[in-house]
């Protein structure tokens, strides 16, 4: 008897930026992986440049002493706060274009790589406090607020990275690929499909004819 074989399914690899999270990769290997990441993206040779992520001895160093630092301000928060109720959670560095997570079941904190590289240790230390208070109060609650002023935080939103910049553009490209605009106002416009042709310039239509649907300011294709 015969005997048909599936085919072998292609596993995907997983992208160093990826496994290294999963993984537990060192900081050099997102490090690295964030940089062919800018890469990929078309970012400004200069701007890549300006950070020196070609410097891996810098950056481990100055890494590695951001995940010191959040160590010893978890250790104080707990102590004082908390009264030493919560055991020390893994905190490391992750993918993320910006800001952090706090995962429960695992007891562990990521924070962003590219916004600590891009922003700095206040942008780190606001996030790792955001972080923290996710371990007593895990949604965004007035409690939550309380907590995070209490502990130091200010609440603010986590800054854009170029990173994210980056990856929002693409995404509005690859899914918004047909660019119109308005013959008045020369307003520029983005749609998923040319049936974007039929439509008005709905300010112009608003300021110059009440409301209504108006020829004059149908848009024309880029």
Known sequence: MIRLLAPLRKVKKKSPLRRGVRRGGSEIDLLHAYRKKLVELKIDPLQIERLDLGNDFYWLFRLSGFIAIAFGEFDRINEKHFAGKYSRPVIRFCNRSTGGFYNKTRHEIGISLAMTVEHGEAEFRETMLHEIAHIAQHSHS???????????????????????AAKRVRYVERNYPVIVHCPNCKREHRYKTRRALRYACRPCCVKYAGGKYDSRFKFIAQ
Do not use: V
Not at 142 to 164: C, D, H, N, Q, W
């Open 142 to 164: 007035a409690a939550f607020y309380e907590l995070l002023a209490k502990i130091g935080g200010s609440g603010r939103k986590a800054p854009m990275t170029m990173l994210l």
